[in-house]
């Protein structure tokens, strides 16, 4: 997402220095807005939530952390962990066995020195892709072990000249418009993916005549190219993942992987991967929505209730036997087009009404209608039909049962529907 679009709308940054800014910088913004409005105080770091139960009116959540368990009460629990949290590790014969250095993307060893190191990574998705383009050129020689290659879309990335920061701190309107504009581009992808029609073919030439400039190599070309539409997965945008694969040094293997062995990587073709460093891309279990150990109402267990596959909410922030339990960028989100830091904003505005209802003693608990809850995923799940998600690919954004688990409607349409608070949709006490 460019920079502007992956703020805050209550806290426009005018100070990003690149379209597509990298990872320290979105950091500090973050932290920045932490501090700013004196949330770092409330934050407590290297603490995992193990249970939260609702009993007698509040949720009663432990904790564990360095300084052990604990218990605390709430009057409300918002569950953020969104769709991918849980580290998944491939299933690879002899990864206890590989003799060099083995971490996954999300912990990634900045000490690691790089240099005239033989790397590879395994996966060719989002995380792959940025790897790929941030560190081929770093290394002797690098792989990339590919099984399903994935549609990206080359962007450059330009800095913001000082005079064009000077200029939107002085005029904060310029930046709220930049802001507008990439979230209207977003809009315009996230309609594509909803039906067939110009919208859609525009996005898959964009992508088909980006990669045939990009690669002219046409064995290479014939690697890197889906057999699924654009969209279908998620959307990959990148500065140098191309130009990357065109280096000397780098290789792409779409031969599938046998084993690890102590020096490397075995294909099934019987040929071992030389190497010195293992980065595995593969992600994150889809659809872990840190529901284990959630009770509700009555002993109700979230992931027992969710047991058969078909993740239920109302508006994908509430449900039903929960009461004053929110989901943020939960089930039927709009995760596949909109930012999730738009996501959020949305849900948030949409949390703090609730709540002000509660602290205002208007009422004690809030929890989703069966009634509304059950009306709304029939009408979500019947809402796919010419939606590129079920064009026929397979990815993470589908179920168990082949169903996606992302918003059918266009991102527009996420903010109207969590504008306004309206009891009638909820249970509630007073």
Request: charged share 25%.
């Amino acid at each position: 997402m460019a920079s502007f679009s992956y703020c805050y709308e209550f806290e426009p940054n005018p100070n990003w220095t690149q379209r597509f800014s990298g990872g320290g910088e979105i950091q500090q913004y973050f932290e920045g807005v932490a501090k700013k409005y004196n949330l770092d105080k409330w934050i407590q770091f290297d603490t995992e939530v193990s249970k939260a139960e609702y009993v007698n009116g509040e949720w009663l959540v432990s904790t564990q952390s360095a300084e052990g368990e604990k218990t605390t009460h709430f009057d409300i629990f918002v569950a953020a962990t969104g769709p991918l949290h849980k580290k998944k590790y491939p299933e690879i014969p002899g990864m206890d066995d590989f003799k060099g250095a083995m971490f996954h993307t999300a912990d990634w060893d900045d000490d690691y020195e790089l240099s005239d190191k033989r790397a590879a990574v395994i996966g060719s998705g989002s995380s792959a892709v940025q790897l790929t383009g941030a560190i081929a050129e770093l290394v002797k020689h690098f792989t990339v072990f590919q099984r399903t290659p994935q549609w990206v879309v080359t962007m450059s990335n330009p800095a913001y000249s000082d005079f064009s920061i000077k200029l939107k701190n002085t005029f904060p309107a310029l930046g709220r418009m930049t802001r507008a504009f990439y979230l209207w581009m977003g809009e315009q992808y996230g309609r594509a993916a909803l039906k067939d029609g110009l919208r859609r073919k525009i996005v898959q030439k964009i992508c088909e005549w980006g990669l045939k400039w990009a690669i002219k190599d046409p064995e290479l070309r014939a690697k890197a190219t889906p057999t699924d539409l654009a969209m279908c997965r998620r959307m990959i945008m990148s500065t140098n993942y191309f130009s990357a694969l065109n280096q000397d040094n780098v290789d792409v293997v779409t031969v599938a992987i046998e084993c690890i062995t102590e020096t490397g990587v075995k294909t099934v073709d019987g040929k071992v991967h030389e190497l010195d460093l293992i980065v595995l891309a593969t992600g994150f279990h889809p659809n872990y929505w840190g529901i284990q150990d959630v009770i509700g109402e009555n002993g109700k267990l979230l992931d027992e209730a969710w047991s058969d596959g078909k993740l239920r909410t109302f508006n994908s922030i509430a449900l039903p036997g929960f009461p004053n339990y929110f989901m943020l960028i939960g089930p039927n989100s709009p995760i596949t087009n909109l930012s999730l830091v738009e996501v959020s904003d949305i849900g948030i505005d949409y949390i703090f009404q609730c709540i002000e209802k509660i602290e205002l003693g208007e009422l004690k608990s809030i929890s989703a209608k069966q009634s509304v809850t059950d009306a709304f995923n029939e009408k979500v799940n019947s809402s796919f039909d010419g939606t590129i998600w079920i064009s026929g690919c397979n990815s993470w954004y589908l179920d168990d049962e082949g169903v996606p688990v992302t918003w059918p409607w266009a991102p527009a349409e996420y903010q109207s529907a969590l504008k306004v608070l309206d009891l009638n949709d909820y249970d509630v006490t007073v």
